[in-house]
């Protein structure tokens, strides 16, 4: 059974620029969760997604979105970036919500902002 | 603001001895908890769930859990160098609605 995967793996971006990060969950999990993590904050995170709905956000700010696609696909936009986004963003996929939620991670995607 | 706490660590511990692991969190209300491993340069892996009190075992690894003292620990049997990682604890409510993260522990068995 694939895992999740995440595309592309690495990107280089100036600041003010914007970029789209992909997300294709295990085959049969419906809920998507994206994380940031830096040296310094830890994995923080950022929303999750279940059956196309936002379900929970975390605390940042609105250039930080995301959407999820019918086949459960996701994807995270960050708008005008700053040197701060610099991070390893990761994409994890579970069955479903609730309690018994185990997340299943993607290999990331390193985004570098110059 | 729900936490999630270890140590950072480095945690050394000699190959074969057991090495524990440990996490603490605020929220009472919290229902399951996870440990996750994490190599250097790689993505999340995890290792175990529990959601009930005591201890669950799956090989070389027994996960602990005390609600009442807010307590989840992880220990790990016969350590190898290949245990050398760092070692995330999160924990998630009871709907499902957070899923946090402590600052993980780094782990180095030394042979």
């Known amino acids: 059974k694939a895992g999740v995967t995440q595309t592309p793996r690495y990107l280089i971006k100036t600041r003010g620029q914007q970029v789209t990060l992909s997300c294709s969950p295990i085959s049969g999990h419906r809920s998507v969760s994206w994380y940031q993590q830096t040296p310094g904050q830890g994995l923080q995170f950022l929303f999750e997604?279940?059956?196309?709905?936002?379900?929970n956000k975390g605390n940042f700010p609105g250039r930080f979105s995301g959407r999820q696609f019918s086949n459960s696909r996701s994807e995270m936009n960050v708008s005008t970036l700053e040197l701060g986004d610099s991070a390893l963003y990761l994409c994890?996929?579970?069955?479903?919500?609730?309690?018994?939620?185990?997340?299943?991670f993607g290999p990331g995607t390193r985004l570098t902002v110059l | 603001q729900k936490e999630v706490e270890q140590n950072s660590g480095p945690l050394s511990v000699p190959e074969g001895a057991i090495a524990s692991l440990n996490c603490t969190y605020s929220?009472?209300?919290?229902?399951?908890f996870f440990w996750y491993r994490q190599y250097s340069g790689k993505s999340p892996e995890l290792i175990m769930s529990?959601?009930?009190?005591g201890d669950k075992e799956d090989g070389r690894f027994t996960a602990q859990l005390n609600k009442a003292s807010q307590y989840v620990s992880l220990l790990i049997r016969d350590s190898q160098p290949s245990d050398s990682a760092t070692y995330l604890c999160a924990v998630n409510d009871n709907y499902g609605q957070n899923f946090v993260f402590g600052p993980g522990t780094r782990l180095s068995v030394l042979p």
């Open positions: 929220d009472r209300g919290s229902q399951s």
């Open positions: 529990i959601y009930s009190n």
């Open positions: 997604y279940f059956s196309e709905t936002q379900r």
């Open positions: 994890a996929s579970s069955l479903g919500v609730g309690m018994a939620n185990e997340q299943f």
